[in-house]
């Protein structure tokens, strides 16, 4: 290791499987090497520059902050409608939001709004009862529908969506309702954009 001049035992504990105190240039080997490095495959590498070329834009720091003003109107939305968000809002892309207020498992939410074409992620919450297979809440994030060019209106919009499905959770009619409205409202906002 380079960097670190001269190697030493991990001040850790961590062991090595025949019980070796392992030395410090090996942990961080292991936490460069295969996971964040991974091999030196050209896709990856031209990818992660296209990425890098991209974040540097105004442009894209526009769409993050567009995508943040956009989570932070769903997340009121929802809060205007009852829901518990975890953190009380949101500052980022994302929002978790506990369901047992609303006597909803999270796996019942995701496999309810997936019948609708609304997809959400079942998510663990703090101090949950149950199980991570079933959980007691929902992970939501606005980047996907902000790339589509949706702006605050339509969050509100989309949790409205949402809310009529978990409240309807056995309507089966007013679920496929929801998702011809919802097909026909995306028909707006094209995954792709012709560019020519």
């Known amino acids: 290791m380079i960097m670190m001049r001269d190697d030493f035992e991990n001040p850790f504990g961590i062991?090595?499987?025949k019980g070796e105190l392992r030395m410090m240039s090996a942990l961080l080997d292991s936490g460069v090497f295969p996971g964040t490095q991974g091999g030196p495959l050209e896709h990856v590498i031209a990818s992660k520059a296209v990425a890098f070329h991209e974040?540097?834009?105004?442009?894209?720091?526009t769409y993050t902050q567009k995508v943040k003003d956009n989570a932070k109107a769903m997340a009121q939305a929802f809060v205007e409608k009852g829901y518990k968000i975890i953190s009380d809002g949101t500052d980022n892309h994302l929002m978790l939001i506990d369901l047992r207020s609303k006597g909803l498992s999270g796996k019942v939410a995701e496999e309810t709004?997936?019948?609708?074409?609304?997809?959400?992620?079942?998510n663990m919450v703090p101090f949950d009862d149950k199980s991570p297979f079933v959980t007691s809440g929902m992970r939501v994030g606005t980047a996907a529908m902000t790339s589509r060019g949706m702006g605050e209106r339509e969050m509100e919009q989309i949790v409205d969506y949402i809310d009529t499905v978990l409240t309807n959770t056995a309507n089966s009619s007013m679920i496929s309702s929801v998702k011809e409205e919802i097909r026909t409202w995306m028909e707006n906002f094209p995954l792709y954009k012709d560019k020519f």
């Open 15 to 17: 062991k090595t499987p």
């Open 55 to 61: 974040a540097l834009s105004d442009d894209f720091k």
């Open 113 to 122: 709004l997936i019948k609708a074409d609304i997809t959400i992620n079942k």
